[in-house]
């Protein structure tokens, strides 16, 4: 088993324009989402500020008190004590109101943003064509959903605002001290180089650790998705002894880069207290010391002492804020590289309606190829008239799903093109394309939900009686109605399973209730056991009766009761006739014919 493991946009390699390139579509992706929420966005600034103001007048008050309002009161003046615990008291109050409406606006702010983005990366995706979730893996598509999301999210609801209250909270302390003693402000200017030499070698270290913390944590879950999705085979070949033990490597180099991680922060941490507390030692000794000569009053060694205190803290939140940045810097390019990402097969810009379609079928001169790839159909010609059935029979890779495909128009041809009623399926209504034309693959999707929304599917709003109509054509109804709820059941839940036939049966009913103009049929039998597919056949008469039909198959069965039959091998036609004519004329589907009978003769 193998899977493409998503490692840290961090690119080094980048050329610079390239890279500039990226900073701009991530940029403009912020201003596209910060636009609708700017005005609570200044309310959360005016709020952070002004917590931050309140914070820092405490310090100021305790000089004031210790310095002039104790003196007043032991002369009997009581007012300006009164007054110092007062503005203290109304200063922590506000600062502490403030600091939780700040919280309460900035997780506004976030959820909005957050809401608008993961719609748009929802309804993005949606829109993008098949050829883009077949490159693009399921499992980056969920982390976009999940982790990305969760990066930016941890970011907004408290990363920005920490680092705007830390960085102001730092200018007003400094600020503040200098006002108060210029003396004392020098030596917490000092201070500062170090402490913003720690905190430099911890972003430095950090941004390493982080770059080996997600590729690490991406193998670990692409090991862990792989081992889930092919528990069968796992469990099949007996290998569960080895994937365990590349598991538990993996988890070791997990937890080892994780200890590196935790050492560096336990450095940083370390460092800066230490730092702080120097700080706030030499700020008392030399403060102590002046005011043992009078230079320096009681009250402002006090307040020194407090802020000199106050002043390391954000500088700590700032370096750790700085993992947050980096998570979200990256997420937000992924995102926004995604929401980059064009429609390979674009809507029509003038839109053709097909309001009454016949399902006239015409592939004219078509040339394909997937990507970039080498040529698939390197030049298929098809007429199919309307009503009419057309089997495609094949080896595997020979381009019958191909041809169902661009007919579906997941895929836009290379050349010539592919007619529906005579207008070219590029420049047709896509609402009236996906109304006249239904797809049933090999793999019967179910959604969580009853058995008859699933059927509902193909038709929304369908009445209980069409749903059941639609049940009883295709040979379903009987098997719906002996589950627990009927038509209520739910799928996989209160241990109602249905098998992968039981699951076709459904599609097909799904399909039956859509009524659709033209039906394509991609090996949708190939899951049916031998009492599934003779359940299934008359159902499948019904459901082909009176509609243009396109059928892909292995089972001859199916086949057999198509108008044409064509042979394709490597994208062209070889044989092309009735099943009849094709047998008789002793080519290769006359062979498949004659090995369709023996293996029945076997099993009877």
């Known amino acids: 088993m193998t899977a493409q493991t998503e490692l840290p946009t961090e690119r080094p390699d980048v050329p610079r324009e390239e890279s500039r390139r990226i900073r701009r579509r991530s940029l403009a992706l912020l201003r596209s989402l910060l636009r609708p929420v700017s005005r609570p966005t200044w309310w959360t600034v005016a709020l952070v500020v002004g917590s931050q103001?309140?914070?820092?007048?405490?310090?100021?008050?305790?000089?004031?008190?210790?310095?002039?309002?104790?003196?007043?009161?032991?002369?009997?003046?009581?007012?300006?004590?009164?007054?110092?615990?007062?503005?203290?008291?109304?200063?922590?109050?506000?600062?502490?109101?403030?600091?939780?409406?700040?919280?309460?606006?900035?997780?506004?702010?976030?959820?909005?943003?957050?809401?608008?983005?993961?719609?748009?990366?929802?309804?993005?995706?949606?829109?993008?064509?098949?050829?883009?979730h077949e490159r693009y893996t399921s499992g980056r598509i969920i982390s976009r959903q999940t982790s990305d999301l969760d990066a930016l999210r941890e970011l907004l609801d408290g990363g920005v605002t920490t680092l705007a209250s830390s960085a102001l909270a730092m200018?007003?302390?400094?600020?503040?001290?200098?006002?108060?003693?210029?003396?004392?402000?020098?030596?917490?200017?000092?201070?500062?180089?170090?402490?913003?030499?720690?905190?430099?070698?911890?972003?430095?270290?950090?941004?390493?650790?982080?770059?080996?913390?997600?590729?690490?944590?991406?193998?670990?879950?692409?090991?862990?998705?792989e081992t889930m999705t092919g528990i069968r085979a796992v469990?099949?070949?007996?290998?569960?002894?080895?994937?365990?033990?590349?598991?538990?490597?993996?988890?070791?180099?997990?937890?080892?880069?994780?200890?590196?991680?935790?050492?560096?922060n336990g450095v940083f941490d370390t460092s800066l207290t230490l730092i702080g507390n120097v700080t706030v030692a030499a700020v008392l000794l030399v403060g102590g010391l002046r005011a043992l000569d009078g230079g320096?009053?009681?009250?402002?060694?006090?307040?020194?002492?407090?802020?000199?205190?106050?002043?390391?803290?954000?500088?700590?939140?700032?370096?750790?804020?700085?993992?947050?940045?980096?998570?979200?810097?990256?997420?937000?390019?992924?995102?926004?590289?995604?929401?980059?990402?064009?429609?390979?097969?674009?809507?029509?810009?003038?839109?053709?309606?097909?309001?009454?379609?016949?399902?006239?079928?015409?592939?004219?001169?078509?040339?394909?190829?997937?990507?970039?790839?080498?040529?698939?159909l390197p030049r298929f010609d098809l007429h199919l008239p309307a009503g009419r059935t057309v089997a495609l029979v094949g080896e595997t890779g020979a381009g019958k799903s191909t041809v169902a495909k661009l007919l579906a128009r997941?895929?836009?041809?290379?050349?010539?093109?592919?007619?529906?009623?005579?207008?070219?399926?590029?420049?047709?209504?896509?609402?009236?394309?996906?109304?006249?034309?239904?797809?049933?693959?090999?793999?019967?999707?179910?959604f969580s939900g009853s058995v008859g929304a699933n059927i509902a599917l193909g038709r929304p709003g369908a009445s209980a009686a069409q749903i059941e109509a639609a049940a009883r054509a295709v040979g379903v109804h009987?098997?719906?109605?002996?589950?627990?709820?009927?038509?209520?059941?739910?799928?996989?839940?209160?241990?109602?399973?249905?098998?992968?036939?039981?699951?076709?049966?459904?599609?097909?009913?799904?399909?039956?209730?859509?009524?659709?103009?033209?039906?394509?049929?991609?090996?949708a039998t190939s899951s049916l056991d031998v009492p599934g597919e003779a359940l299934v056949q008359e159902g499948l008469r019904t459901l082909l009766a009176g509609r243009t039909a396109v059928v892909i198959a292995h089972r001859l069965s199916t086949v057999m009761g198509s108008d044409r039959v064509?042979?394709?091998?490597?994208?062209?036609?070889?044989?092309?006739?009735?099943?009849?004519?094709?047998?008789?004329?002793?080519?290769?589907?006359?062979?498949l014919h004659e090995e369709w009978q023996r293996s029945l003769h076997r099993d009877g």
């Not at 719906?480 to 009927?486: E, H, K, L, N, T």
Request: proline share 4%; glycine share 8%.
């Open 478 to 523: 009987d098997l719906i109605a002996s589950m627990p709820d009927g038509y209520d059941t739910e799928v996989d839940k209160r241990g109602v399973r249905l098998s992968a036939g039981q699951r076709q049966l459904v599609s097909f009913a799904r399909a039956f209730l859509a009524d659709p103009t033209l039906l394509i049929l991609d090996e």
């Open 410 to 446: 997941f895929y836009d041809v290379r050349a010539g093109a592919v007619l529906l009623d005579g207008v070219d399926l590029r420049d047709v209504d896509p609402v009236d394309l996906r109304r006249a034309v239904v797809m049933v693959t090999q793999e019967a999707y179910l």
């Open 53 to 132: 103001l309140a914070a820092v007048a405490g310090p100021a008050f305790v000089a004031y008190g210790i310095d002039h309002a104790l003196p007043a009161l032991t002369d009997g003046d009581a007012v300006p004590i009164t007054l110092a615990s007062g503005a203290y008291l109304v200063t922590a109050l506000l600062g502490g109101l403030l600091t939780a409406a700040a919280v309460r606006s900035t997780a506004r702010v976030s959820q909005t943003i957050l809401l608008d983005l993961r719609r748009r990366v929802f309804r993005h995706t949606q829109r993008l064509s098949l050829e883009f």
């Open 296 to 376: 320096l009053d009681v009250g402002v060694l006090v307040a020194a002492v407090l802020y000199a205190k106050r002043f390391f803290n954000p500088l700590s939140q700032i370096g750790m804020f700085y993992n947050a940045f980096q998570s979200a810097t990256a997420a937000l390019e992924k995102l926004a590289a995604l929401l980059a990402e064009e429609p390979t097969v674009p809507d029509p810009e003038r839109p053709v309606r097909l309001a009454r379609p016949r399902g006239d079928v015409r592939f004219d001169g078509v040339e394909f190829g997937y990507g970039s790839g080498p040529t698939v």
């Open 566 to 591: 064509l042979v394709v091998d490597g994208g062209r036609v070889v044989e092309d006739g009735s099943p009849a004519e094709l047998v008789a004329g002793g080519g290769r589907f006359a062979d």
């Open 171 to 225: 200018v007003l302390t400094a600020v503040s001290l200098a006002l108060l003693d210029w003396r004392s402000g020098l030596l917490l200017l000092a201070a500062l180089l170090p402490g913003l030499v720690v905190t430099r070698w911890f972003q430095v270290r950090s941004q390493v650790q982080y770059r080996r913390q997600r590729t690490a944590a991406a193998r670990l879950i692409v090991r862990f998705v």
């Open 235 to 264: 469990q099949a070949f007996r290998r569960e002894t080895q994937v365990a033990a590349t598991y538990d490597d993996l988890s070791e180099d997990y937890r080892g880069i994780n200890a590196e991680a935790i050492r560096v």
